[in-house]
C-alpha cells in the first residue's frame, strides 16, 4: 500500500493547457515535497510545504498544501513542452526526515 | 547538475553476480540515502548514513548492503542479484547548506540483471 496516492498516474496535454496534479494520502505529514524528474535524471526538488493550508507559487507552478496537511496539490498554468516530466510528491511524518515518495504523474506537453 | 555523482551510469550483469554502486554527495553534505527505483514499486528509500554511519533503514533487502567512508562517498553493494532487482538505483546527499529534508538527487545507475 502507497503512502502518498497520486493522481491521475498519467497526464498527456497541449501546449497552453492548464493542468491538476493531486497528492493524497490518510496519514498527517510534517512537511511535503513536489519533485520533477526528467528522463535519465534524478529527481530535483521543487518545493517543499511546511503548513496545512499554506500556497507556494513558482512562476507558472502553484502548490498547496492541504489545511489537514495530509494532501497536496500542484497546478501549472499554460502548460510548456519544457514541462514534460514525472511529477512525484514527496511527504515526511512524525519526526523523520526521509521523505516517503508517490508513484507520481507522468506529463507529457505536446507544442 | 545536481553536485551528486553516481557511478557507473549503467551496469549489467547476470543472476547471482555481485556489484558495486558508488556515490559521491555533494560537497559538505554529511548525509546520503539510497533510492531504488522501479516500474511497479516507485522511488523506494532503502539507506541513510550520516557521516561514516547508518542513520535509518527503509526496505533494504538483507542481499543489499551499504558504507559511508570517512571521505563521505557512499558505495551500494547488491549481491546475489535476481532478475526483480534491475531498476534504478538513486543516490542524494542533503547538508546544512540546503536543510536536511532537501535531497540532492545524482542521475542514478540503471542496473540491468539478465
Same mark, same amino acid.
Given at each position: 500500500?502507497? &503512502?502518498?496516492?497520486?493522481? @491521475? ?8 493547457? *492548464?493542468?491538476? !496534479?493531486?497528492? *493524497?494520502?490518510?496519514? !498527517? ?19 517543499? !510545504? ?10 507558472? &507552478? ?18 510548456? @513542452? ?5 511529477? &512525484? ?9 526521509? @521523505? ?8 507529457? !506537453?505536446?507544442? | ?114
Amino acid at each position: 500500500t502507497q &503512502l502518498l496516492e497520486q493522481s @491521475p498516474q498519467f497526464l498527456s496535454i497541449q501546449e497552453g493547457e *492548464n493542468l491538476t !496534479v493531486y497528492c *493524497n494520502s490518510s496519514s !498527517v505529514f510534517s512537511s511535503l515535497q513536489w519533485y520533477r524528474q526528467e528522463p535519465g535524471e534524478g529527481p530535483v526538488l521543487l518545493v517543499t !510545504v511546511v503548513t496545512g493550508g499554506e500556497v507556494k507559487k513558482l512562476k507558472r &507552478l502553484t502548490f498547496q498544501f492541504g489545511d489537514a496537511r495530509k494532501d497536496s496539490s500542484l497546478h501549472i498554468t499554460a502548460a510548456q @513542452p519544457g514541462d514534460t516530466g514525472l511529477y &512525484l510528491c514527496a511527504g515526511a511524518t512524525g519526526g523523520s526526515y526521509i @521523505p516517503t515518495f508517490g508513484r507520481g504523474t507522468s506529463l507529457i !506537453v505536446h507544442p | 547538475d545536481s553536485g551528486v555523482t553516481q557511478t557507473p551510469k549503467h551496469l549489467i550483469t547476470a543472476t547471482g553476480q555481485r556489484v558495486t554502486l558508488r556515490c559521491s554527495p555533494r560537497s559538505g553534505d554529511l548525509s546520503v540515502y539510497w533510492y531504488q527505483q522501479s516500474l511497479d514499486q516507485g522511488l523506494q528509500f532503502l539507506i541513510q548514513y550520516y557521516n561514516g554511519e547508518e542513520r535509518a533503514k527503509g526496505n533494504i533487502l538483507e542481499r543489499f548492503s551499504a558504507q559511508q567512508f570517512p571521505d563521505l562517498h557512499s558505495e551500494l553493494n547488491l549481491s546475489s542479484l535476481e532478475l526483480g532487482d534491475s531498476a534504478l538505483y538513486f543516490c542524494a546527499s542533503s547538508g546544512p547548506h540546503g536543510g536536511r529534508e532537501k535531497l540532492f538527487f545524482g542521475s542514478g545507475t540503471q542496473l540491468s540483471v539478465l
